[in-house]
């Protein structure tokens, strides 16, 4: 049974561009929540994903905005990016019924120059 | 609000028990997380424990939650050098139970 995976695992970027990072969830599971971790901090939540709709959302900008696909999986995409969006962003999948138990994948490491 | 804190470091020598405090602000939900991070890596849930509970073991782990102070506390039994690593408590908060974090526990175990 796969756990969550993402893609990609590193990813570098300059000001100002754009990027899109992938999310598949846990087998069965149809809830796709996306974290930041700035480094030294715990993870922030940024937002989270229910039958392709943006549920509930954190304190980020509109900069930041997300997808669910019909098979669950998610995308996490950031436009004009900054130095301060560098970050271990951590995608987490759970089952809308039940104990919200999430599951995390290993990340994606961004760095913004 | 919502609030997690944690402290920030401890350190430990190999076979002694560790135990990480945290305390919280009113959570929505009635389930509250350890989560264990290696360097370079995502989170591992190593654990939770239902709200209406006090006390949690789970082989080496023992879990306590004093729901008047808004205390939970994660200790360690035997700490091994494999335990070194940040542990973070998550507290579920919203109708929807975003996690919110601490900033996490470093625990250093050595010989």
């Known amino acids: 049974d796969a756990g969550v995976t993402q893609s990609p695992t590193h990813l570098i970027k300059t000001r100002g561009q754009q990027v899109t990072l992938r999310c598949s969830p846990k087998?069965?599971?149809?809830?796709v929540s996306w974290y930041q971790q700035a480094l030294g901090q715990g993870p922030q939540f940024i937002f989270q994903y229910y039958e392709e709709e943006e549920r509930q959302r954190g304190n980020f900008p509109d900069r930041f905005s997300g997808h669910q696909f019909p098979n669950y999986s998610s995308e996490l995409n950031v436009n004009a990016l900054l130095l301060g969006d560098s970050a271990l962003y951590l995608c987490?999948?759970?089952?809308?019924?039940?104990?919200?138990?999430?599951?995390f994948g290993p990340g994606t490491r961004l760095t913004v120059l | 609000g919502e609030d997690v804190e944690q402290s920030l470091f401890l350190s430990v020598r190999e076979g002694d028990s560790s135990v990480i405090n945290c305390t919280y602000t009113d959570s929505s939900s009635t389930y509250l997380y350890w989560y264990k991070q290696e360097p370079g890596a995502g989170l591992q849930l190593l654990t939770y424990i239902f709200s209406n509970m006090d006390m949690k073991q789970d082989q080496r782990l023992t879990v306590l939650l004093n729901k008047k102070d808004k205390h939970l506390s994660l200790r360690i039994a035997d700490t091994q050098t494999g335990d070194s690593a940040i542990y973070f408590c998550a507290a579920p908060y919203g109708g929807y139970n975003k996690l919110i974090f601490g900033a996490g526990t470093r625990l250093a175990v050595h010989p």
């Open positions: 987490a999948s759970s089952l809308i019924q039940g104990d919200n138990e999430q599951f």
């Open positions: 087998s069965g599971h149809d809830t």
